[in-house]
Every structure is written in structure tokens, then in C-alpha cells.
């Protein structure tokens, strides 16, 4: 993933919609893109890169990580205990809007440089 001249903003999209194409051949279907919730009077806020569905109804809210290389730990690592929370603060609220319960997992797409990784239940909510 050739990153000169880019934004960081930028390089953050491509590796978006890079996971978003391998979700999809998976296939996952979008379910919400970029969903933001505001700060709490408790929580900082948060936000989900991707909401997918599992053809079983599963939803699977995805945080997209991207590094240049693998120094320092690479994508994965960089999915702090801090962004977990934001991550689950996000899906919790997206979940309060919906009829049913679904099953749920949080996934992770870690990116570092042409490598992708797809991390299927990465982490937990509590």
C-alpha cells in the first residue's frame, strides 16, 4: 500500500474499503459504514468502521487497522484496550436501535503494508 503523498485520512479510506472488498468476498454484506456515536456523559464515544452481516445473521462490527509495516507490534497490536471500548461503546448504541438481538463478534482487519489479516472474534465485549 503506497502511502506518499497521501493523507492520513486517506490512507485510512484505502485500507477501509480494501477490508470492506475482502469482507464482501467472504461473503459479508455491509451493513453500516463509519457509524458514530458522540460522547456520553460517561464514554469518550466511539465509532465502528464496518457493520457487516454473516449470511447466518450474525453481525460483526469490524475495526480496520492500518500500519506500514509490522514495527512496533503492526495493525493488530495497535487496537488498544481504550479503542476496544469506543469500538463496543459504538456497537452497543447501534444495537439498542435494532427490534431483535442478534448474535454479534467483533472482528478486526489489520493491514500492514500488502498483508492483510482477517482476526474473527478479536476481542469481547465484557
Known sequence: MATVGKTRKGVGDEAEERALQHLLRQGLRLMERNYRVAA???????EVDLIMGERDGTLVFVEVRARHSRSHGGAAASVTHGKQA????????????????PPCRFDVVAIDADSL?????AFFAE
Do not use: C, D, M, Q
Open 40 to 46: 456520553g456523559p460517561r464514554a469518550r464515544g466511539g
Open 86 to 101: 469506543r469500538v463496543i461503546y459504538a456497537a452497543k448504541h447501534y444495537l439498542r436501535r435494532l427490534a431483535t438481538s
Open 117 to 121: 489479516e482477517w482476526l474473527r472474534g
